[in-house]
């Protein structure tokens, strides 16, 4: 499960309106669904109410602002220093009228039966820009599932050559690789959730946010930026790079083109300096692919079975690799000429 930092310097969320009528309505685009929402999120960028919205965010009441009794806890993150000794941060309970997100800086996003209304019951003082966080994240990738779009932990970008995805576990490279063909021409489909969706017999990968969550390393190493960005929360020191104005964002899903499992590797401690591509078997490339779905934690059985034909099709469309390269940006240069050699020799 991901941890989600806070911060406290943005706007505040201190309770929800009394009446309906004073609630406050804000429009945004979120993996190319549209959200309609009484909490502002900040991280996004809000657009007139032009369409019928795919999702509504609300503002809870007391009948969901906790799990009852009688719910199972599928998912939590502990604190094993001294400020909470060993007590959960972060929870996902599971009962028979929804699943429920807790963040315990943040609040409780409650999600029903029917995955469309939201509701949110804050934490006092919860920042804004941490409820966009834990929102976009845990919440809503959980909802795009139920939607029928599932979503892989990857960042991606699109190329002549479709959309190209980078898997991989935590400091393995997703964002910098991508960040690496930003630099090069290519455009940004999304940085660490990837929704798919099936139309016409084909897989797409569809659109995620505006913006990248880097290491400053990354920032000055991939994209040879000289910017000290702003760290993503006080407390996270990944840094955010809006892409506005600096690269090119995709507005629409593109047809998935390739798909790289990322196993970076320590060169000293190998003794080597080789960057390779292998080709998985179907079953391997499913197997890779169901290891990085979002938040499968809590997933239901049913709802991890219902990946599965999906998965089989990104596949069959755009065969899995496995690229094992080195760490340190002294190699950039042969790694993606390994990489580049590939999707020519695929296409």
Known sequence: MTAIASAHGASTVLAAPARASEQARHSYRLYHLMVESQVPLPLLVEEPHTAVPDVILRF???????????????????????????????????????????????GTFFVGHDPRVIHFSPEPHASARAIALTFVGQVATFVLHRLGYPSLHASAVVTPRGAVAFLGHPGHGKSTMAAHFLRRGATLLT?????????????????????????????????????????LTEKYEKRQLAVAGRY????????????????????????????????????????????????????????NAALL???????????????????????TTAVLEALHADLEQAA
């Open 60 to 106: 809870g009441n007391s009948a969901y602002a906790a799990p009852p009794a009688g719910s199972r806890l599928v998912a939590g993150l502990p604190c094993d220093g001294p400020c909470h000794n060993g007590r959960y941060v972060t929870t996902v309970h599971r009962g028979d009228e929804g699943v429920w997100f807790w963040h315990e800086t943040v």
């Open 248 to 303: 090119d964002f995709a507005s629409d899903p593109s047809a998935m083109g390739a798909v790289y499992v990322l196993n970076r590797y320590d060169p000293v401690r190998a003794g080597s300096a080789t960057t390779t591509v292998r080709r998985l078997t179907r079953q391997q490339g499913i197997t890779a692919l169901l290891e990085h779905a979002s938040n499968r934690a809590f997933l239901s059985p049913v709802e």
């Open 309 to 331: 034909p999906l998965l089989a099709r990104v596949t069959a469309q755009s065969p899995v690799r496995l690229l094992t390269y080195p760490s340190g940006f002294q190699h």
């Open 191 to 231: 940085d660490d959730v990837l929704p798919l969706r099936l139309l016409e017999g084909a897989v797409q990968g569809c659109p995620g946010l505006p913006f990248m969550k880097v290491w400053q390393s990354s920032v000055e190493g991939a994209l040879g930026l000289p910017d000290h960005l702003p760290t």
